[in-house]
Structure formats: C-alpha cells, structure tokens
C-alpha cells in the first residue's frame, strides 16, 4: 500500500506500513539488509523546503549524506539505522551559515551514536529490569563506552532536573554493593539509592537519585 499521505511521489514505492513500523515520524523507511550484526534500515524524509537555521530563508536542497546511529533492538536483533541526511545550501550572501543538514532530535541528537529511542529504552532497561550497561550494549552490539558515552549525559540531566521530586510522599532507601573491586579503579563499593515509593505514581519504584556510600551520615547529607 503506497504513502499516498506525504508529498513523495508514488514512484518512491514507500509503504503505509512500513512506516508504522519504523515508528519516525517524517521519516521513510527505504531499503531493509540483514548484516551480521544485525538488521540495516535505511530511512529518509521527503521534506520539500526548510528555512536556513541562520537567517530563516528558503533553502536549496545539495544532495544527502548518509549517517548511521544505533536503534532499539527489533525482534531479537541489533539494528541499526542508515540515515540518508538532506543536506542544504544557504544561498543568501549576508548569512553565515554556507550549508547543514536536516536534524531532527525526535531520532537522534545531532552528532548522536544512538536514536533517541535506543537511549530511552536502555534508560529503561536501567531503572526497570535491573540491566547492566555491559548487556545492554551486547543487545544493541555495539560496546560499553559506546553506550555510557550516550546515556549518561542524559541522566546527568535528568538527576539535576528538581521536577523529579514532585508529589513523592513516601521515600524509601536501598543501600547496594556495586562490586567487589578495587574502588581506585572501580569507584566506590557501596551506594545508596533514594526510591520513591508512593503509590499511584508510577507502577513501579522509582530510583530518584544514587550516591556514594553506605552510612546514615550519606541518608542525611542528601535529605539536606
């Protein structure tokens, strides 16, 4: 069933369905390969124009480029998506800017690794299902670094974000035993998470914040 709802030609072949299984909003899924590491899918938009992000005129379209970042797992697999990026030309003399590329943060954050999808379902491996970031990146196939270098910026955000507080009633404390390493190499053994156990709010616990140590000195210094 061809996209008759977007301004691509017919000729493009792009299929309602696919679409809705690739679950991008303004983008297309083209081409599907099997590679050894996973599924390759290959996505584009079909945007006429867009305005220059420097002075707002109209630009002229310069080819694409594909770049390629890491999604949710789909059926078992790795996948990983190929995106052919729209590159744009600013023709206005008086405009700094000479030519970008179409973003869309909705997919993934300009000069992203991973899809905004992939780092909210890792997220939610964390905070859920008790994951490690070691799985996780053997399910995404990809490594370690690779994943934190994505995910913690995010929860660094989220940790300085106050809203987080908002209508927890009932605060709960479970101290944990990280490793049992050297904490000059691993960093500190023992942590204390802050759970948020009011009920109605959410259907399970929610971790609001993780902090070194294991001591009511710790409890009390984070309630200050």
């Not at 991008?24 to 083209?30: A, E, I, K, S, Y």
């Not at 999604?71 to 970008?100: H, S």
């Not at 991973?114 to 970031?133: D, K, M, P, V, Y």
Request: hydrophobic share 40%; aromatic share 6%; glycine share 8%.
């Amino acid at each position: 069933m061809l996209n008759h709802s977007c301004v691509c030609p017919a000729a493009l072949d792009r299929c309602d369905r696919c679409d809705l299984l690739l679950d991008f909003p303004g983008l297309h899924l083209v081409a599907v390969s099997k590679a050894r590491a996973g599924l390759v899918l290959e996505v584009e938009s079909c945007d006429p124009v867009t305005g220059c992000p420097g002075c707002g005129v109209i630009a002229t379209g310069h080819g694409r480029i594909v770049v390629e970042v890491l999604d949710a797992p789909w059926a078992g697999r790795p996948v990983r998506i190929r995106w052919r990026k729209r590159r744009w030309v600013c023709l206005e003399d008086v405009c700094e800017v000479a030519t970008f590329l179409e973003q869309d943060p909705e997919v993934c954050a300009p000069r992203g690794l991973l899809s905004t999808r992939a780092i909210r379902w890792a997220i939610g491996q964390l905070r859920r299902e008790g994951a490690t970031i070691q799985g996780l990146a053997r399910q995404l196939g990809t490594t370690w670094n690779t994943l934190w270098s994505q995910v913690q910026p995010v929860l660094a955000r989220a940790a300085e974000d106050p809203s987080r507080f908002e209508g927890v009633q009932v605060l709960g404390v479970d101290e944990h035993i990280w490793h049992h390493r050297d904490p000059r190499r691993r960093g500190p053994k023992a942590l204390t998470g802050m759970v948020d156990l009011t009920r109605g709010t959410h259907p399970t616990a929610r971790l609001l914040d993780l902090v070194p140590g294991r001591s009511g000195t710790v409890y009390r210094d984070w309630l200050d």
